[in-house]
């Protein structure tokens, strides 16, 4: 889904706005492994992303863009599936 989304490397403006989104449905873990395939590098320094990501509100604008983009790639149907 956040191939299809992004389309490459998630921007380091969306990065954060993106996890959050998605925060209250996957482990921190489990973000940090996906940004990783993502984006390249090793989870655990994703990790300090994902944690600054749960900090953002659920309905700041930047949140509420990105949710609209994960919904255009599917996130709707990937939460069913869960």
């Known amino acids: 889904m956040l ?4 389309d490459g490397p998630i921007s380091s403006l969306r990065i954060r ?3 959050r989104v998605l ?7 489990n973000l940090a492994a996906a940004l990783a395939v993502v984006n390249g590098g090793d989870p655990a320094i994703w990790l300090n992303d994902v944690y600054h990501a749960a900090q953002l509100p659920s309905d700041a604008p930047s949140v509420l863009s990105e949710h609209r983009v994960l919904v255009g790639a599917g996130l ?3 939460l069913k599936r869960r």
């Not at 191939?3 to 992004?6: D, E």
């Open 76 to 78: 709707l149907g990937w």
């Open 17 to 19: 706005p993106c996890l």
């Open 23 to 29: 925060y209250d449905h996957v482990s921190d873990r």
């Open 3 to 6: 191939v299809r989304a992004y």
